[in-house]
């Protein structure tokens, strides 16, 4: 199976499948191992079971890498907005203010995902209390509004961030993999 897609892998144990059970000499030969009527019926039904598991697991895959891209945008807006005012703001204030170090302008690149939302988080909710600093914002744009919006994109990134259950899936085919393991 290791060079073989999941396609082929299918068809090989479909064709094995309804061999064994339509095959009088093949029928006879499984026969001592308990493969009767009844499991060949079973194997056809755990086969077509599984073939609907991997038409879901592609439709979920396709889902999933859309979410995945539309987070994968979301994020890049949000962190160049970020990126943006903390840079304007550097402009006005140096790394001993009290404002710089109450908005954490001149911390560390945050490159981790959690990493950014909790700075994110914790900037805009304290860049919203700061009039002073918004005033200085007001020329290149940035009004209460704008910024509250920001913070709400901050926040509505974990809503865009697609769930990683594909490893349940691909758990289920290798269950699928191994009860046909006789025919390999």
């Known amino acids: 199976m290791k060079d073989q897609s999941i396609n082929d892998f299918m068809e090989d144990c479909r064709i094995k499948i309804y061999n064994a ?6 029928s006879a030969r499984l026969l ?3 493969y009767d009527e009844a499991k060949h019926t079973a194997n056809k039904t755990i086969y077509a079971d599984t073939v609907a598991l ?4 592609e439709n979920e895959n396709a889902e999933w890498r859309t979410a ?4 994968n945008n979301q994020q890049k807006k949000t962190r160049k907005d970020f990126s943006q005012i903390r840079k304007k703001l550097k402009f006005y204030y140096p790394a001993s203010s009290a404002e710089a170090n109450t908005l954490g302008l001149y911390e ?3 490159t981790k995902y959690t990493d950014f939302l909790q700075v994110a988080k914790n900037f805009y909710g304290n860049l919203v209390g700061m ?6 914002l007001a020329p290149f744009g940035y009004t209460l509004e704008s910024v509250q919006a920001l913070q709400a994109d901050v926040d509505q990134l974990d809503v865009y961030r697609p769930e990683k259950s594909l490893q349940v899936r691909h758990l289920n085919l290798l269950v699928f993999y191994n009860r046909f393991s ?3």
Not at 21 to 26: A, E, G, H, P
Not at 68 to 71: A, K, N, T, V
């Open 21 to 26: 059970s339509s095959d009088d000499v093949i």
């Open 32 to 34: 001592p191992f308990g």
């Open 54 to 57: 991997v038409k879901k697991n």
């Open 68 to 71: 995945s891209e539309l987070f």
């Open 108 to 110: 560390d690149k945050i």
């Open 131 to 136: 009039q002073e600093v918004l005033d200085k």
């Open 182 to 184: 006789i025919f390999f």
